[in-house]
């Protein structure tokens, strides 16, 4: 079965600075990974996604991820840290095949980001 | 191109009522999805549909009915509300390009 870890609650980053927020996945094969944003009372917004290609994914507001196939890992990450980043940020993993249809989402890292 | 709508945005039953939550899209994407969102456990997938005429269980169907009847909308029914049915509801629909569009919610109570 695939599932989603972000084993961080709340991450806390002063403005300027980077960030990361962490997400490991567990699915058979390749596996296909999304990020999305949730504002306050507000639905969720796709941030990127990794499907094949480039580690590396850039994706929308300066975010990008990075795949990391052997430690089954795709942290967000971000250089500079702004106030308006923070939010709620849910990491996603669909399988290939078999949960095809079934996006999986992990329980969310709250975001904040000081001035 | 209003995207994903849904209605009502809040919503307060008694135990035992019945009642619809409203989706509609307006990208003409197939497939469509019910998540709900509780503190601390992400968005669970309830139901999709993956076509009109078609649909799925996903993670906790349990108390919940869905259809499919035009690519356009897609409902989701309470048929006896019970508080652990007190969540956020978000309907969402998929892109050819594997990117989900989410509705802006619905709030609802079960007392």
């Known amino acids: 079965a695939q599932s989603v870890a972000q084993p961080e609650d709340q991450v806390n980053v002063a403005e300027g600075n980077p960030l990361t927020v962490k997400c490991t996945y567990s699915?058979?094969?390749?596996?296909?990974l999304f990020w999305y944003v949730q504002y306050p009372n507000r639905g969720l917004q796709f941030l990127l996604k990794y499907i094949t290609g480039d580690n590396l994914v850039k994706g929308s507001y300066g975010f990008e991820a990075e795949f990391n196939k052997s430690q089954t890992s795709f942290h967000l990450k971000k250089p500079s840290a702004l106030v308006s980043d923070s939010a709620l940020y849910f990491c996603a993993v669909r399988a290939p095949s078999g949960g095809y249809n079934k996006l999986i989402f992990g329980a969310g890292t709250r975001l904040a980001v000081h001035p | 191109n209003a995207g994903v709508t849904q209605t009502p945005k809040f919503q307060v039953l008694k135990t035992g009522q019945s009642m619809t939550l409203q989706c509609a899209q307006d990208?003409?994407?197939?497939?469509m999805s019910w998540y709900r969102q509780d503190p601390g456990m992400g968005l669970r997938l309830i139901h999709y549909s993956v076509g009109a005429g078609i649909t799925d269980q996903g993670e906790v169907p349990n108390g919940y009915n869905v259809s499919r009847s035009t690519t356009e909308d897609f409902p989701l029914r309470l048929l006896s509300a019970a508080p652990s049915q007190t969540s956020v509801y978000f309907c969402?629909?998929?892109?050819?390009?594997?990117?989900?569009?989410f509705g802006p919610g619905t709030r609802l109570t079960v007392l």
């Open positions: 969402a629909s998929k892109s050819t390009t594997d990117t989900q569009y």
């Open positions: 699915v058979s094969g390749n596996p296909y």
């Open positions: 990208m003409n994407h197939e497939y």
